[in-house]
């Protein structure tokens, strides 16, 4: 029990010490070449806990996870002894398929395995509203959240024949759009070497204005959004995040993937150390609906006079 009291109490001078180091998640010491033995991270996704179970009399456990890119092809490796557990509770919590969070160092980086020991491993939750809710839920903001918005029908559906009509709208339209929405005079071109696509300090969340940085990804390749889709090097995510920005935005033309979503995921975590941020996700059918709630989705204006019934009137002779 004093082990679980004086682990929780530490909280916050842990939260503090990853503030003040800058310790960054792995996907960005690979960006940054700062991948090595030695170098502290965080990672907060699933991870599936071995050894946990009464069969296993050997004092060793461990954590592992397949990494996504830039690091695609290495396992994570987090091992740890039974002596460092806090309470007993532990060994469910870490056991089998979950989702945690790792404070640790890199031992060793092998062809494809990438080994670690922790600091410290936890739930990271939002705490001082009386209930401790995981820190992710209030991390993740919805587009219908947006005041500018606020318009989209969210009950509305396209068929997979309207839907292939995202295949052939630009992306400087859903540009041109945001930052009419957004109250921007001016549409940025685009450049190699930019961090974002639209910077804006005009969105609104419950009538208050925030900065916010966008990544939009157009039809030039219509399917889920890989990784590999983010730029030559795959590093267009990193460089928004270097942006300093209340919410960031990723908007695509189709789906988003899973593997897009956990690196956002973990580098609004990483911002969210230094100053409070939220991050959002746009995929197409949002996209969609946001270009019919402003009237510039293809075909609906002839589908609508199609709709309208013909009056019939009777001439006198």
Request: proline content about 6%; some cysteine; glycine content about 10%.
């Amino acid at each position: 029990m004093s082990a679980a009291i004086l682990s929780n109490a530490v909280g916050r001078y842990l939260m503090a010490a990853i503030s003040d180091g800058h310790v960054k998640t792995l996907p960005q010491l690979a960006f940054t070449g700062e991948l090595r033995e030695g170098a502290p991270f965080i990672y907060y996704g699933h991870v599936y806990g071995k050894g946990f179970g009464v069969a296993n009399k050997t004092p060793a456990l461990s954590l592992s996870e397949k990494l996504d890119a830039p690091l695609e092809g290495k396992r994570l490796l987090v091992e740890f002894s039974k002596g460092g557990l806090a309470n007993s509770t532990a060994y469910v919590r870490l056991s089998g398929s979950t989702r945690l969070f790792v404070f640790g160092y890199i031992t060793g980086i092998d062809q494809d395995v990438l080994r670690a020991v922790p600091y410290v491993i936890g739930d990271l939750v939002t705490t001082g509203t009386g209930l401790e809710l995981p820190f992710l839920s209030s991390l993740e903001l919805r587009p219908e959240d947006v005041d500018q918005f606020a318009s989209m029908d969210n009950q509305w559906i396209p068929s997979e024949s309207e839907f292939k009509r995202m295949a052939g709208i630009p992306e400087s339209a859903v540009k041109g759009l945001i930052c009419k929405l957004l109250g921007e005079h001016s549409v940025p071109k685009d450049w190699g070497g930019e961090e974002s696509d639209v910077m804006s300090a005009n969105l609104m969340l419950d009538g208050r204005r925030h900065t916010a940085a966008f990544l939009l990804k157009g039809p030039s390749r219509f399917h889920p959004m890989k990784p590999t889709d983010l730029g030559k090097n795959g590093d267009q995510l990193y460089r928004l995040f270097n942006i300093p920005a209340h919410v960031y935005v990723v908007q695509h033309c189709h789906q988003i993937g899973a593997p897009v979503r956990k690196q956002t995921e973990a580098f609004a975590l990483q911002r969210s150390f230094q100053s409070p941020c939220r991050m959002m996700f746009m995929d197409g059918l949002t996209t969609a609906r946001l270009l019919r709630a402003n009237g510039e989705w293809p075909g609906e204006v002839e589908v609508a006079r199609r709709a309208t019934p013909r009056r019939r009137s009777l001439r006198g002779s």
